[in-house]
């Protein structure tokens, strides 16, 4: 009751009433109200309370001396001062000898590296200015991205750059130094700084500070993805994505890095960092893995050391790194996710690093709500310490967006199988498979051979993996109709089977394959344009109307960016990957059971659509005809891959026939052996019926006298251990009359 009364009368209190109307003012009125209102004040208390407010001004100044400027107005105009002149540069170097180019992004190059140290200076050095360093940052990163994303200009001399970047102290003293190859990858160098802003944010700002990191952290994800996210909490390290293997976890049980090489029956394969082999574990729970790991060696504190670091998360060089912390020795500590903590941290900021772990999974969260995918799901999964609370509330939330688009049913079925879910996999591909697109394949495959590697589901597999062959088959034969549209004349199909009759490389021949080309192409079909054919291949994009046939695709001019995702629809549209669809699939059925059969069922009928696969030689003609042609090339990808497919399957099957043909006359030769062994002992009545040994042979008649060799025979030597019986009908032919181990000439 008496709190409750302390309360009330707390938030009456006049401080704490003009505290709430200040932090809701704009900054611009909260500057105004300072200096008109609250300084003169300081005129009218007493003497005491003035000494000991300007005593604690004074020792704020004296902290903040040097305090490094962030102009960041001044830095804009000079950046954007440069960018201009590398596109005048761009157009000059038309006419002129040399560009400038690579001077020009060297100098905004080094000016935004140099100005990292101020930002990390103010952030973490006089923990002020928080968010102004982020605005910082955030021009840092958008400029960045703008030089490497540049859609009309090489970026060979940007992405080869090679950028030294120190981080020291005002004392001198370092605390970080990266050699990064390639100006796109200074943004590891933004993630750093990053993270001791938020840690220092959260050590040493007030509540206003705490509260902004939520917009901030959604500001990082917009301009850079959620994976910029995840790798400002390893300080701008790479981190391996991948689930369960090949990633190395800290386990403190065993005080070093380990990673799980793989599962064989009851046994667990782990590698440490420590051994120069890998270690057997009995086999546990994933969950419990960490604490079977104890049976490593114990302790060792080189391990820790971020300057190493554990392999997988990216490298950058710390040679120059200096502890300049009595107490800034503090490692991870929690379990099998967890990023390692900075050397040059203090215990207060250290201690922060589990708030800001919760920071950063509630963003990653709120991108996952949004935008589901694999890759951020198990990011999720290895950056929080309870893995099995993670999954059940990923699960339980995926299981109720799986099927509202095809972007969430995508991410569904990719998970699901990376999970190892082939029961969740059946229930959304039973309702909800029309929901799939053509560039949906991969997450469609991993989803299949996870039901292809359990009996239960395996039938079903098979009947996918069949289909989709099929219909990249027929996808394929649809797109190869629109160069060759005169295939399925009767006269070319009978030309087609008189060819095939002919054995490879038989005089006239080639003739025929070129007639028969030149027979079933399209009419009106053209050859490449010379001067369009020239400047293909001097690397000159062409101009528009120098090809008419190239008129027709809406990605002929286009293809300067090849690797564009916003034109990812387009492109799978109208040049479809036949090539990887179909070897993707093919790998999947090799993967299952029943899948060898299953791949000859789809050669008979690949034969029956597009029997010219058989001749090897005609494929390589169709596809010289088409490789003139740029808007083709995905067609000639996907024809190759189908003949070779046709190449393996028959050459599969004509071995398969011989095999069989040997194990029929195998058959044959020991059924008619079996017969006349039978007959034998029928005439034979002193033959023992389980005794497979031959009749004996009938000895010459003796003339009297006893050669050496009936001498022998007569006394031959019986193997210790066998009856006498077992020799009785076999004559002992005594040594060779070629010599000891001879043979004798047998007609």
């Known amino acids: 009751m008496s709190s409750l009364g302390r309360g009330g009368v707390s938030s009456k209190l006049p401080s704490s009433r003009f ?10 009125a909260q500057q105004e109200l300072v200096e ?4 003169p004040l300081l005129n009218q208390v007493e003497k005491v309370r003035f000494k000991k407010a300007f005593a604690h001004a004074s020792e704020l100044h004296r902290r903040h001396d040097g305090l490094p400027e962030l102009n960041l107005k001044a830095k804009r105009m000079e950046i954007n001062g440069l960018l201009d002149e590398l596109q005048r540069d761009a157009k000059r170097s038309f006419v002129k000898d040399r560009s400038h180019k690579k001077e020009l992004l060297g100098e905004a190059i080094d000016s935004l590296t140099d100005w990292l140290n101020d930002i990390w200076s103010v952030v973490y050095e006089h923990n002020v200015n928080f968010i102004h360093a982020h605005k910082c940052l955030m021009f840092v990163a958008g400029i960045l991205d703008h030089l490497a994303s540049g859609r009309s200009s090489c970026r060979c001399t940007f992405n080869n ?5 120190t981080i020291k102290r005002k004392s001198g003293k370092h605390v970080k130094a990266f ?7 200074i943004e590891q160098v933004l993630f750093f700084i990053w993270r001791d802003l938020f840690l220092s944010m959260l050590a040493a700002g007030n509540e206003h500070h705490i509260s902004q990191i939520s917009d901030m952290l959604e500001d990082i994800e917009d301009l850079m993805s959620w994976t910029a996210l995840e790798r400002i909490l390893y300080g701008g390290k790479k981190c391996s994505r991948a689930s369960g293997k090949d990633v190395w976890r800290f386990w403190q049980s065993s005080g070093c890095f380990c990673r799980v090489l793989g599962q064989a029956k009851d046994m667990w394969l782990i590698e440490s960092q420590h051994d120069w082999w890998p270690i057997l574990l009995p086999s546990v729970s994933p969950d419990d893995l960490g604490v079977a790991l104890s049976s490593l060696a114990g302790s060792h504190d080189d391990c820790f050391d971020e300057v190493s670091g554990a392999e997988g998360y990216g490298s950058e060089s710390n040679s120059d790194i200096e502890d300049d912390d009595s107490d800034a020795d503090y490692y991870d500590d929690d379990g099998e996710s967890g990023p390692q903590h900075a050397r040059h941290w203090s215990s207060r900021v250290s201690n922060q690093m589990d708030n800001f772990r919760k920071h950063i999974y509630t963003a990653m969260m709120s991108v996952f709500k949004v935008a589901p995918s694999q890759p951020l799901y198990t990011a999720l999964c290895q950056i929080w310490p309870d893995r099995l609370e993670t999954d059940h509330e990923l699960q339980h939330y995926l299981k109720s967006i799986a099927v509202s688009s095809s972007e969430t049913f995508a991410a569904a079925l990719d998970i699901y199988a990376t999970e190892d879910l082939p029961d969740e996999i059946i229930r959304i591909l039973d309702t909800h498979q029309h929901l799939l697109r053509p560039r949906d394949a991969s997450a469609l495959q991993n989803a299949i051979l996870t039901l292809g590697q359990t009996n239960t589901h395996n039938a079903r597999a098979l009947q996918v993996v069949e289909k989709e062959l099929l219909d990249t088959v027929r996808a394929l034969r649809a797109a190869l109709l629109v160069s060759f549209s005169q295939l399925e004349l009767t006269a070319n199909k009978e030309e087609l089977q008189q060819i095939l009759k002919l054995r490879s490389g ?3 021949r080639q003739n025929r394959v070129e007639a028969w080309i030149d027979a079933v192409a399209t009419p009106g079909t053209n050859g490449p344009n010379p001067i369009a054919f020239a ?17 027709a695709d809406p990605l002929g001019y286009l293809d300067l960016d090849p690797h564009d995702p916003d034109l990812e629809d387009l492109r799978e549209e109208f040049r479809p990957r036949f090539k990887q669809r179909f070897e993707g699939w093919t790998e999947i059925a090799q993967a299952i059971t029943g899948g060898a059969a299953l791949q000859q069922q789809v050669y008979r009928e ?19 005809r088409l490789a003139d042609k740029p808007n083709k090339h995905h067609v000639c990808d996907g024809l190759d891959a189908l003949s070779h497919f046709v190449q393996r399957q028959r050459k599969k099957a004509n071995n398969a026939r011989i095999l069989q043909r040997q194990r029929d006359v195998m058959r044959s030769t020991s059924a008619t052996s079996s017969t006349t062994l039978v007959s034998i002992s029928a005439m034979d009545p002193t033959a023992d019926d389980a005794s497979d040994i031959p009749p004996p042979l009938e000895t010459p008649p003796s003339t009297g006298t006893s050669s050496p060799e009936a001498t022998t025979s007569a006394t031959a030597p019986t193997p210790s ?3 006498a019986s077992f020799f009785a009908h076999i004559p002992f032919a005594g040594p060779s009359r070629l010599g000891t181990g001879g043979l004798e000439d047998v007609d």
Do not use: C, W
């Open 606 to 624: 690949t034969l029956q659509l597009m029997p010219f696969l058989r001749a090897s030689d005609i494929v390589d003609e169709m596809v010289g």
């Open 161 to 165: 750059m090679f950028v030294t970047v």
């Open 179 to 185: 050699n990064i190859n390639g100006a796109q990858n």
């Open 721 to 723: 251990g066998l009856p």
């Open 19 to 28: 505290t709430t109307i200040y932090n809701a003012l704009p900054a611009d």
């Open 506 to 508: 038989a005089a006239g």
């Open 535 to 551: 400047a293909m291949m001097m690397g000159v994009p062409l101009v528009p109307g120098m090809d008419p046939m190239e008129d």
């Open 36 to 39: 008109k209102h609250l300084i």
